[in-house]
């Protein structure tokens, strides 16, 4: 393990960021190098800074955060990418591994089992909460999800399933528009689209279906 870990912090929640920097700034092999607020932000800051790990939030405004970690390995292959999630669904978790990540923490984890984890993939070790350790199995040291779970969610666009979660959470078109930096034609084009493929075509059972689906906050 090097003698200080590098960290990026990628989080859209500013209160978020600052409680995880003074905690983290506590513990003499963690040094925070970069904060950021969406995954745009995180490639630049990983180009410019090289951290040893990276701390992603999953549920970000803009740019896909698989997307982005799928980018950043591509220019920092030494870099390793925990994602940190209020979801533990499997579409997230196969998502996260098809990235290669290193780790994947549910936000109920304690300070100190994240503490643990960024040390643990800091010399090179795996890191999962254990409601995501449960749903996989190691096949020539690779993680892989011990089943496939087979749910429509899957024939949805990342952006389409971004706009699902939205509609879960009561925001209304012009406020899916900007809190995802798109225009509300194209929020539009993406909400049409999902509700032809669900065949659901009404908020209400959106929501539930969000919510049955796990992609809706509690």
């Not at 952006?159 to 939205?166: A, C, F, M, N, P």
């Not at 959470?169 to 930096?181: D, V």
């Amino acid at each position: 393990m090097p003698e200080h870990i590098s960290l990026l912090l990628a989080d859209d929640h500013a209160l978020v960021r600052g409680t995880l920097i003074h905690r983290l700034q506590q513990e003499s092999d963690l040094a925070v190098v970069a904060s950021v607020s969406n995954a745009d932000e995180a490639i630049t800051e990983s180009i410019r800074t090289r951290p040893d790990v990276i701390l992603m939030d999953i549920d970000m405004p803009g740019l896909c955060c698989f997307d982005a970690v799928g980018i950043i390995k591509s220019r920092c292959p030494e870099t390793r990418t925990i994602f940190l999630s209020a979801f533990h669904n499997d579409r997230y978790i196969e998502r996260a591994l098809a990235v290669r990540a290193w780790g994947y923490l549910i936000k109920n984890e304690s300070e100190e089992s994240l503490i643990q984890a960024i040390r643990n993939v800091g010399k090179g070790l795996t890191y999962f909460s254990s409601e995501v350790q449960q749903r996989l199995f190691f096949e020539q040291g690779h993680p892989r999800l011990a089943s496939v779970c087979v749910s429509r969610v899957s024939i949805l666009s990342d952006r389409e399933t971004e706009v699902l979660r939205y509609i879960a959470r009561g925001l209304s078109q012009k406020q899916m528009a900007e809190t995802m930096k798109l225009s509300e034609h194209t929020v539009h084009r993406h909400s049409t689209s999902l509700m032809k493929k669900l065949d659901i075509h009404n908020r209400v059972e959106l929501s539930r279906f969000a919510i049955r689906e796990g992609l809706a906050e509690a």
